[in-house]
């Protein structure tokens, strides 16, 4: 790439942006191989001016893509260009931030005194605790990729009542209300109820990232990863199922995999034999490592290592 993400100043694909149009907000950008090239697709936020009286004031709106082949040409595609485009085919295109931007927005549906001090019928986009990845969620469905943002009410709820479907194309924008009495729960008790299903587990020691919505059989989950604090992996997944609560752990690729696809999911755990008691060493990290077989007559004893002596110790 001639120009591009973390080049010298001149190479830097923004200088080369700005330098051709200044009045716009490019988004992050994504790479797309076609034809044995490499092209960089930026999305682009444009504003209107308007007024109203004497006071001037910007609206943003979605503005085309950038599109700079490996060669360091840019071409400026407006939206329908950038949909008609053979590179940019089945590939996101509206901003992610002005879809956030817009969901945002119906904050105010009830005028800003409301949204400053009485909060009726206002909705907050349901925030992923603890994590950098925030709304809206990118999903590839049936119907095309999708910005997906779920809102809750005003408050410490926690409960989602709005769902918001936005075209990662065109940005055409759909909702959904949730009644009041069948309110699904949101990322935030997604992981709470996660937690409470699991209390075995130490769970400062590991993290809840990327609470993200599926939709399996007209049924809304949260699908949650459960990783050690050091980020050095994936321990297991789950699936939190947004209107009963109930959690589903599993612990393989092959136990995912099946579960998405509506597979059953073949017990995996170790067969034992009748009569035997069952001791699960659980270590340091929370993972379960290894089964003992404790039969009658037989006898577990936990010896403290001493001094001087090598290995984990045994609470």
């Known amino acids: 790439m001639q120009i591009g993400e973390g080049m010298a100043v001149s190479d830097w694909y923004l ?40 006071v001037l004031y910007t609206v943003p709106r979605w503005g085309g893509i950038a599109l700079i082949d490996s060669a360091g040409n840019i071409q400026f595609l407006k939206p329908s260009e950038a949909l008609e485009n053979p590179v940019l085919k089945e590939q996101k295109l509206f901003p992610e931030e002005l879809t956030r931007y817009y969901v945002n927005s119906f904050r105010y549906k009830q005028g800003i005194v409301n949204k400053w001090f009485y909060h009726v019928e206002q909705l907050e986009i349901a925030e992923v605790p603890g994590q950098y990845n925030e709304q809206p969620f990118l999903i590839n469905t049936d119907l095309g990729m999708k910005w997906i943002i779920t809102c809750e009410p005003y408050g410490e709820a926690h409960g989602i009542f709005k769902i918001y479907v936005i075209d990662a194309r065109t940005g055409a924008m759909q909702s959904f209300t949730q009644s009041k009495q069948a309110a699904l729960v949101g990322p935030v008790k ?23 919505p599926v939709i399996l059989n007209n ?28 959690v589903t752990e599993l612990k ?31 270590q340091e990290d929370g993972i379960e490592k290894n089964r003992i077989e404790v039969y009658p007559n037989q006898t577990f004893v936990v010896i403290p290592m001493g001094e001087g002596e090598k290995g984990n110790s045994t609470n």
């Open 219 to 246: 049924t809304f989950y949260w699908h949650v990863r459960v990783i050690p604090d050091d980020a050095s992996g994936i321990s297991y997944n789950a699936m939190v199922d947004a209107l009963t609560t109930d």
């Open 252 to 282: 393989t690729e092959k136990e995912l995999r099946d579960y998405l696809t509506g597979e059953p999911i073949t017990d995996i755990a170790p067969e034992f034999k009748e009569g035997a008691a069952i001791v699960i060493i659980i």
């Open 15 to 54: 200088w080369k942006l700005y330098k051709e149009r200044y009045w716009l907000t490019y988004e992050d950008t994504y790479v797309i191989p076609y034809e044995n090239d490499l092209y960089i697709a930026v999305p682009i936020v444009s504003y209107s001016v308007k007024h109203r009286g004497l």
């Open 190 to 212: 997604a992981t709470d109820y996660l937690r409470k299903a699991n209390p075995i587990v130490d769970w400062s020691r590991f993290i809840l990232v990327e609470p993200i």
